[in-house]
Nanobody, 122 residues
Framework: QVQLIESGGGLVQAGGSLRLSCAATGRTFSSYPMAWFRQAPGKEREFVGTVSGSGNTIRFADSVKGRFSISRDNAKNMVYLQMMSLKPEDTAVYYC???????????????WGQGTQVTVAS
C-alpha cells in the first residue's frame, strides 16, 4: 500500500509563499497520478492541482492557476506544491493524494495523507 505524509505547512502573511512536501512509500509510486486537495472549516474538500506519474501533465483549479505549481521527484518519492502570492482564502488543511487516474474528484483517489495546516494572515 501507499503511505503519504505531508509537511511544510505553517503561518504566512498574505502575498507570501510556501512549499508543501508529500513523502510517499510504495513500490509503484512513479506510476501514480498525484493530487493536492484542501479543506477549510465548514467547506467541502476542494481540488487544488494534479500531476501525472511522468510529470508531463498538470492541471490546476482556476482559483490557484498562475499562483501554484506542482513538481515531483520520483527518484525520491516526493511531490511538491509551491504556493505563491498566497491569499487569506487559501487558508485550509492541505492533503496530498495518490490514485490511478488523473482526475479532479476526491473520491477518485485511493490514498491520502493526514494533511498539513496552511494559514494565511491578512
Amino acid at each position: 500500500q501507499v503511505q503519504l505524509i505531508e509537511s511544510g505547512g505553517g503561518l504566512v502573511q498574505a502575498g507570501g509563499s510556501l512549499r508543501l512536501s508529500c513523502a510517499a512509500t510504495g513500490r509503484t509510486f512513479s506510476s501514480y497520478p498525484m493530487a493536492w486537495f484542501r479543506q477549510a472549516p465548514g467547506k467541502e474538500r476542494e481540488f487544488v492541482g494534479t500531476v501525472s506519474g511522468s510529470g508531463n501533465t498538470i492541471r490546476f483549479a482556476d482559483s490557484v492557476k498562475g499562483r501554484f505549481s506542482i513538481s515531483r521527484d520520483n527518484a525520491k518519492n516526493m511531490v511538491y506544491l509551491q504556493m505563491m502570492s498566497l491569499k487569506p482564502e487559501d487558508t485550509a488543511v492541505y492533503y496530498c493524494a495518490a490514485g490511478t487516474r488523473l482526475l479532479t474528484a476526491a473520491a477518485a483517489y485511493d490514498y491520502w495523507g493526514q494533511g498539513t495546516q496552511v494559514t494565511v494572515a491578512s
